[in-house]
C-alpha cells in the first residue's frame, strides 16, 4: 500500500494531522489522497500537502556486489582449521549423509532437485531416471549442490554447499558399473529397466563448510576447501 509524508497544512485548525506524519493512503481524488490519521480518522489531503514516498523494492548495484562479497572477507580474517582436519570433517559430513539438493541452470532455466548420492573417488555419484535437470546439464555443466541438518539454532549449525563440474557417465562403462556396485545395484536389473538409468558424476572444486563444532578447534565456525 502506499504511503504519503505530510510536508505541508493547508488547514492550520486541523489537529488530526501535523507536517512529518506518514500516513498509508487508502483512496486518492482529482486534487489529492485519502488517507487515515495516525488515530485512525480518514482524511482528505491536497496534493500539495504532501509527497509520496516511494517504497525501496531492489538494491542497487553497488548494494548487490557489497552483499555478494559479504563472505569473502569474513572467509578472508577467519581463523581457519587446519587443512588435514577440514579434509576429514569434510568427508566425514558427506559419508554421513546421503541426500542432497542439487542446483542446475542455464540463462533463465533454473533448478533445484532432491537426490540421493554416493560419495567416493573423491566425486559425488547419483543415479537418475531423467528429469528437467538435464536440459540444464546439457548446457552447462557448472553446479552446485547443498547438504545440510535440520536448523536447531546458532550452536548447532551445520550445511555445506559444494561447487564443481558435471559430467554424464556413459551407460554401462567401467565407471558406470564401478558406480552401480558401491551403490549396490545389480547390473543385471539396470539392464532389465525399460529406460536407462543415467549417472551423473560430479567433481567438486569447492567446498563451503559450515560447522559450529569448529569454534570448539578455536577455528571459525565456516571454513572453505578448494580442490
Known amino acids: 500500500m502506499a504511503k504519503i509524508k505530510v510536508i505541508k497544512k493547508n488547514d492550520e485548525y486541523s489537529s488530526d494531522y501535523k507536517v512529518g506524519d506518514i500516513l498509508e493512503v487508502t483512496g486518492t ?41 559479504y563472505w569473502k572477507k569474513k572467509d578472508a580474517e577467519s581463523v581457519k582449521l587446519d587443512e588435514a582436519k577440514l579434509k576429514k570433517e569434510v568427508e566425514k559430513y558427506i559419508l554421513a549423509n546421503k541426500t542432497c539438493a542439487l542446483a542446475t ?8 532437485t532432491p537426490i540421493e548420492y554416493t560419495y567416493h573417488h573423491g566425486a559425488f555419484w547419483m543415479f537418475s531416471e531423467g528429469g528437467e535437470k538435464f536440459a540444464a546439464l546439457e548446457k552447462n555443466k557448472h553446479v552446485c549442490l547443498a547438504i545440510f ?3 536447531e539454532g546458532f550452536g548447532k549449525l551445520k550445511g555445506m554447499q559444494v561447487t564443481g563440474e558435471a559430467e554424464l557417465v556413459a551407460p554401462f562403462s ?13 547390473l543385471d536389473a539396470l539392464k532389465k529397466m525399460p529406460h536407462t538409468m543415467n549417472l551423473i558424476k560430479v567433481q567438486p572444486k569447492k567446498i563451503e563448510f559450515l ?3 569448529f569454534k570448539k578447534e578455536g577455528a571459525d565456525s565456516r571454513q572453505m576447501l578448494e580442490f
Open 29 to 69: 481524488w482529482y486534487g489529492g489522497f485519502n488517507v487515515n490519521s495516525v488515530t485512525g480518522i480518514p482524511l482528505c489531503l491536497d496534493k500539495d500537502e504532501c509527497e509520496e514516498i516511494l517504497e525501496k523494492t531492489d538494491l542497487s548495484h553497488e548494494e548487490y556486489e557489497a552483499a555478494a562479497s
Open 105 to 112: 541452470g542455464a540463462g533463465e532455466f533454473v533448478r533445484c
Open 149 to 151: 541438518d535440520k536448523y
Open 174 to 186: 567401467d565407471e558406470y558399473n564401478a558406480a552401480a556396485e558401491f551403490r549396490k545395484i545389480p
Open 211 to 213: 560447522n559450529s563444532d
